[in-house]
């Protein structure tokens, strides 16, 4: 054989390779992503708001080949460009949000500091539990503050890093575990993704206010937004997670997003403050995430429970729940996508995780795509 041809039959595998993973040219040109008309958000097209709709058109045809995809919906410049749904997947679909959790987790701290309940987010953790002062063995608990809790940076371990941790996350959290949970670090001196953190600070929001969590967020956060939560998880405690467990829809999803890429400002009434929002989206952790995701998916960081992803040319902030639950805000284009998904309720392990990563990097490649 002459290695002209050879060379020909290289190329021509190769790229008969990458085409078997994605959509075709016709799969493409049959994507239908517009909108419903039901008034709930102004509606516009991806041309007209500055978007190439060649490139909204591949984003939803790659979303149709997931398997564990339920919705996919892209704002630009606060009107609705496109919206799709996929193995069953509704509108008023509810879905575990799990980790997406923390971020309105952390909206409920901005809201109790509002309400005068917090005074400081230099409060000491401990002030908040002060029956089991007698019992800590580390002193340096003494030391944990509210903005350490909320930047991943009070020193409690990543629960799914060992057999042990992984064991306590899936049987379900106690408050006593703010003592039995031994720190990995010193507080403020390194930051790792910590699911008692987070539910930890929605028990200090619920103990500050005098409520429970729940009943604090439907009259300040969920009820001016209009939204009705489905199922709220409890500990064994009776405390509901400030860390996950939420059943939402994706419209839900995406006035809870809109609130934050409008500085707090939701159908002309400002629900958090505008610089509680601002603070969130700031970068205080570096590489919290270490494990790999994808080649778009970069230099990833972390504020008050939001995480902060560069793809290309472009850096957005991001609600993150398993499964591969988004919330995804481009400050920079006026730009918000909201991912639903199969929550994988309970599974881990190498599957699942492929299944996320896919959610995970859908976005991720878009972004990076953007001129």
Not at 15 to 35: F, H, K, Q, W
Not at 48 to 63: I, R, S, T
């Amino acid at each position: 054989m002459n290695i002209k041809f050879s060379v020909c039959l290289f190329t021509l595998g190769f790229l008969l390779l990458l085409g078997c993973g994605g959509p075709s040219a016709a799969e493409i040109a049959a994507v239908d992503y517009t909108p419903r008309a039901d008034g709930e958000w102004p509606t516009s097209t991806p041309e007209a708001e500055g978007l190439d709709p060649a490139l909204v058109a591949e984003l939803y045809a790659n979303a149709a080949q997931m398997e564990n995809m339920y919705s996919l919906l892209l704002f630009k410049n606060g009107r609705l460009v496109a919206e799709d749904y996929f193995n069953g997947g509704s509108p008023t679909q509810q879905v575990n949000i799990h980790s997406v959790t923390k971020s309105i987790n952390s909206a409920l701290v901005g809201l109790a500091l509002k309400e005068g309940c917090l005074t400081s987010l230099d409060q000491k953790m401990m002030e908040f539990f002060p029956e089991f002062d007698n019992r800590l063995r580390d002193p340096r608990k003494r030391e944990i503050t509210i903005q350490q809790m909320l930047q991943m940076r009070a020193g409690y371990p990543w629960e799914e890093a060992t057999a042990e941790g992984t064991e306590l996350l899936f049987t379900g959290f106690h408050t006593a575990d703010l003592v039995n949970v031994p720190l990995a670090r010193d507080p403020g001196s390194g930051a790792a993704y910590s699911n008692l953190t987070a539910h930890l600070l929605g028990l200090i929001v619920a103990r500050a206010c005098d409520t429970d969590l729940k009943s604090f967020a439907d009259e300040h956060l969920f009820g001016p937004l209009g939204i009705e939560e489905g199922f709220w998880q409890t500990d064994w405690d009776g405390d509901y997670l400030g860390y996950s467990d939420i059943n939402l829809t994706a419209y839900d999803l995406a006035k809870f997003g809109l609130l934050y890429l409008n500085d707090g400002e939701y159908n002309g009434q400002q629900i958090v403050p505008a610089d509680w929002v601002h603070d969130s989206l700031q970068m205080y952790s570096e590489d919290v995430w270490t494990i790999r995701v994808g080649r778009n998916w970069d230099d990833n960081a972390y504020g008050y429970q939001w995480w902060s992803i560069r793809a290309g040319d472009y850096r957005y902030n991001l609600a993150w729940g398993h499964g591969g639950q988004q919330i995804v805000l481009l400050d920079d284009l006026d730009m918000m996508l909201v991912v639903t998904v199969d929550p994988l309720h309970l599974q881990h392990g190498d599957e699942p995780w492929r299944l996320e990563k896919a959610s995970l990097n859908l976005v991720a490649d878009f972004v990076a795509s953007l001129p």
